[in-house]
């Protein structure tokens, strides 16, 4: 049983999803692991992942667009505004969606499915660097 870990970062162009997905692939590639488990972990309270469709970008718009009138933004819906109207709605995103993600390793790659990505899901209306860690273990 072998394990290693990572850290990559990404800049994101404001409230999106952004695809992760092949540099994450290439780095699990890369550590000669061929059965095993990956957690990929935001280490943001602002920001969180999904995997979703990577086929069609409507439903990541249609996703993004769905979580602004869940969560609308103004500083007179929360106590919290000291970033800015959009900081305490991407916080409760964030919490209703995940911080990390768990997807098995097979033949040394994501067992990912046919239409399936992993996205940074940024929350905040304007750019940020986010980074992500990655735990593989396996063998």
Do not use: C
């Not at 488990?37 to 602002?46: A, G, N, Q, R, Y």
């Not at 995997?51 to 996703?63: S, T």
């Not at 768990?102 to 660097?129: C, T």
Request: proline share 4%.
């Amino acid at each position: 049983m072998k394990q290693f870990t990572n850290e990559i970062t990404f800049q994101t162009t404001g409230s999106s999803l952004l695809d992760v997905t092949g540099p994450i692939k290439s780095w699990v590639a890369d550590q000669g692991i061929s059965k095993g488990l990956l957690t990929v972990f935001i280490k943001h309270t602002s920001a969180s992942l999904v995997i979703q469709e990577n086929a069609d970008p409507d439903v990541l718009f249609d996703l993004n667009s769905y979580f602004r009138k869940l969560v609308p933004e103004g500083d007179h819906l929360y106590r919290h505004s000291t970033e800015g109207p959009d900081d305490m709605p991407a916080h409760i995103k964030a919490a209703l969606t995940q911080t990390q993600l768990n997807v098995p390793i097979s033949d040394h790659e994501l067992m990912l499915g046919l239409w399936q990505g992993v996205y940074i899901f940024e929350h905040r209306a304007h750019a940020h660097k986010r980074t992500i860690a990655l735990h593989l273990i396996g063998e």
